[in-house]
């Protein structure tokens, strides 16, 4: 009973290895639509969406960044999702699908090996097995793009996102968005200023370790600072909270504040020379 027990659990714990390691963030980082099978876990109540930004640091090397959202059918927001979260849902489903097909497919390979292992034992019959789980194989694969890729019916009593069909938005915010993912592309700066930093902008702390500013536009302020992506992040999330404002959007190399009807973004883009960063500061009234 406890070997019984000790296999079943081997077999459990390497189908969830299988499911989360080698399908959701191996397959999945070649077939992204492997990963929507996680949807009724992560996003129930909308469409997970993904976002491809593709940019050059420098001449020779390409990154890639991959970025899911979950978008709320009937009010259109769209909020990033934990990538830790996705994997683990996703490669939970496809784990238990391989638990279940093992504890179902043991027995019937057991009688099929004992009827037909003097015939597998030639070297016909090793050829024909070789073909045989070759194409068990490739059975899978297409199984799993096969769920991968089939959507998930939307729920009921919800207005499919905006994927399935148009949605009628605050022309306010289609620009608000417009901007914020433009300013956050992630390609390379190049910023000349040599003006002094201000300590603030319109009541906006500006980093201590900026080491040159520019407002190139009323609404908008650019400063260059030698810290890493992650220290500009933590500074105005803590800086911003502090002073009333909320945050309502936070991804890659860019964030979102609101506040008594204002709108802020900040986003972060490299320095030309690769060794800086170049922040962006955008007051929208």
Same mark, same amino acid.
């Given at each position: 009973m406890n070997n019984?027990?000790?296999t079943l659990a081997l077999v459990?714990?390497?189908?969830m290895f299988i499911g989360v390691i080698i399908i959701s963030i191996g397959l999945g980082a070649i077939f992204p639509s492997l990963n929507r099978i996680a949807r009724p876990?992560?996003? =129930? #109540?909308?469409?997970?969406? +993904?976002e491809t930004q593709t940019y050059r640091p420098y001449p020779g090397q390409t990154v890639t960044n991959l970025t899911w959202y979950c978008a709320e059918t009937g009010t259109g927001t769209r909020n990033e999702l934990n990538i830790v979260s996705i994997f683990a849902s996703a490669g939970g489903v496809y784990g238990l699908l391989l638990f279940v097909a093992a504890i179902l497919g043991w027995p019937v390979y057991l009688s099929l090996s004992q009827r037909w292992a003097p015939y597998f034992e030639t070297a016909e019959g090793k050829k024909r097995a070789q073909w045989i789980q070759y194409s068990l194989t490739g059975l899978f694969v297409v199984g799993m793009? %096969?769920?991968? %890729?089939? =959507?998930?019916? !939307?729920? $009921?009593?919800?207005?499919?996102? $905006?994927s399935t069909q148009t949605r009628v938005v605050d022309a306010t915010a289609t620009s608000? @968005? +417009?901007? %914020?993912?433009? +300013? #956050?592309?992630? $390609? =390379? *700066? @190049? %910023? !000349?200023? !040599?003006?002094?930093? +201000?300590?603030?902008?319109?009541?906006?702390? *500006?980093m201590p370790q900026a080491t040159a500013g520019e407002a190139k536009q009323e609404d908008r302020y650019s400063f260059r600072v *030698?810290?890493?992506s992650g220290t500009i992040e933590s500074f105005y999330r803590d800086a911003l909270k502090s002073l009333g404002w909320e945050l309502t959007r936070s991804q890659w190399l860019g964030l979102q504040?609101?506040?008594?009807?204002?709108?802020?973004l900040v986003s972060s883009a490299p320095h030309t020379d690769l060794q800086s960063w170049v922040v962006t500061l955008v007051l929208i009234p």
């Open positions: 019984k027990t000790g459990f714990f390497s189908c876990f992560v996003c =129930p #109540r909308g469409e997970m969406e +993904l793009l %096969f769920i991968g %890729f089939v =959507p998930w019916p !939307t729920p $009921q009593g919800t207005t499919p996102s $905006q608000i @968005a +417009l901007t %914020f993912d433009a +300013l #956050r592309s992630g $390609q =390379p *700066v @190049a %910023f !000349t200023s !040599t003006e002094t930093p +201000l300590s603030s902008w319109n009541d906006i702390p *500006v *030698v810290v890493d504040f609101t506040k008594d009807g204002h709108t802020l």
